[in-house]
């Protein structure tokens, strides 16, 4: 069940029920989300701005997230050639930092 100050957003494709609450998004904790924080702290940690930030847990034990605004891609027509450059740019700039967590920190949880 939801407080009235969540609102339940729509298009996730991991999460049975994900919600924002102000400026976080809370989704529930799954075998993988303690290897999801990791990721998520060492892209904080190195300075990549790619990914929204891991704030942690709250009460229900929920994973709690940077809200990042924008519309989900289902919605959105297909990308234009310049926006398919961003979105290799973007992927591209995070290699660094992840194979600097997979070689540094190892995996921990399951993906």
């Given at each position: 069940?939801?407080?009235?100050?969540?609102?339940?957003?729509e298009?996730?494709?991991?999460?049975?029920?994900?919600?924002?609450?102000?400026?976080?998004?809370?989704?529930?904790?799954?075998?993988?989300?303690?290897?999801?924080?990791?990721l998520?702290?060492h892209?904080?940690?190195?300075?990549?701005?790619g990914?929204?930030?891991?704030?942690?847990?709250d009460?229900?034990?929920?994973?709690?997230?940077?809200?990042?605004?924008g519309?989900?891609?289902?919605?959105?027509?297909?990308l234009?050639?310049?926006?398919?450059l961003?979105?290799?740019g973007?992927?591209?700039s995070?290699?660094t930092p992840?194979?600097?967590?997979?070689?540094?920190?190892?995996?921990?949880?399951?993906w």
């Open positions: 069940m939801t407080s009235s100050a969540e609102h339940v957003l298009g996730g494709n991991v999460a049975d029920v994900v919600v924002r609450v102000g400026s976080t998004v809370r989704k529930p904790a799954g075998v993988a989300t303690a290897a999801v924080e990791a998520l702290d892209f904080a940690e190195v300075g990549f701005l990914a929204p930030r891991s704030l942690g847990r009460e229900l034990g929920r994973h709690i997230l940077e809200y990042v605004p519309e989900m891609t289902y919605s959105l027509p297909p234009t050639a310049d926006e398919l961003q979105l290799v973007l992927s591209e995070s290699t992840r194979r600097a967590f997979s070689h540094h920190r190892g995996r921990n949880g399951r």
